[in-house]
Structures are given as structure tokens and as C-alpha cells.
């Protein structure tokens, strides 16, 4: 009996014929042992975390108001700088509330401004309300008639000079407003939740 020639000496099996199938199609049932892979848990990408850098906002804005507030200071010396003999009620009263605002502008700005520096929120608490008190007694003392020789500058009468004067006020008041506002409108990064009215909650 003479020999298959197309024997090639190793026996065959359907099983054998099925992975070498597989294989010649590069469809192999399990993953190759060089990879990594944990059954059922997906692998998520990884995601850096990036950390903000303080905002200088709130540092900016702390730095003018102190300047401001140095600069409102000198409305103390506003009574010995004016020469004259006796002077009126009102005069003297007018004196009293500049003096008043001057220390109330300069308190509020300056503190303010160095909570701002420090990245505490309520330094614009503070410093808001400081605009808010000053310019209410600066309308007040328009109305009591200083309105500060816009009068003869322009010639009109004094009370169409208390309606310019009372209008630039409001104007001044509300750009001061927006600007010690601004760290929070923009939210600054780094500020913190610190607030001057949290005592009254």
C-alpha cells in the first residue's frame, strides 16, 4: 500500500480545519496576551484638572480705592482753608457734612480696599456703601446751596446750578458703584464668600 501524497504527516480534524479558519481570517476569539484589559470596566481617558490662577480684579480695584480713599482724606481740612470772618449756621453746617464725608469716604475706601486686596468679598460690601452714604450727604449739601461757584462759572441761577450739581453727583455716584462692583459682575477667581451683612441674617 502506498502512502497518501497529500499526507503531511499530521492528522486532521473538522476542529483543526475551524481555527486554522479563524486564524487565516484574522478573526481570533480572545484577545492576545500583550494587551491590557479588564473585563466589563471600560477605561476612561484621562482628564487633566487645571487650577485657576487668582483673578487681579479684585487686587486692582483694592489699590485705587485705598488711593481714593487717601485722596477723599484731605476733605478734613476743607474748614481751615477757607478765609473769611464769622461765618453762618449753614455754612458751618455745610463744613460739618463735608468733614463727615470726607471721613466716611476715606474709612469705607481704604478698609474696603484692603479686604479687596485680600480677596474678601466684603470689602465691596463696605466700600459700596461708603459711595452710598457720602454721596447722599453730598446731595444734601447741595440743596443747602453749595454748589461750589458753578453759579458764576457758568452764569446761571442757583437752582439750575443744584440740578447740574445734583446730576453730576448721581453720575459720579454710579460710576464709583460699578467700578467697586466689578470684581463680583466679572466673578472674579479667588474671591471669597465673606459678605458685611452676614450678622444680619
Known sequence: ?????WDDGYPSSPQNGQQSGLQSNGMDSFPSNDQSYIAGTPQAPFQPILIQQPSATPKVI???????????SLGVLTPFLE?????SESRLLVNAIVVLSSIISAVTAMVGGYWLMNYQRRGVHLIFLGILVSSALAMGNI?????GEIDVAFGISTFAAQQLAATLQAISTVICGLIAVLPVLTSS??????????GLK
Open 1 to 5: 500500500m502506498q502512502p497518501n501524497p
Open 62 to 72: 483694592g489699590v485705587l480705592f485705598i488711593i481714593y480713599g487717601l485722596l477723599s
Open 83 to 87: 478765609v473769611g470772618g464769622t461765618e
Open 143 to 147: 440743596f443747602l446751596g453749595e454748589v
Open 189 to 198: 477667581v479667588g474671591l471669597d464668600r465673606s459678605s458685611l451683612f452676614s
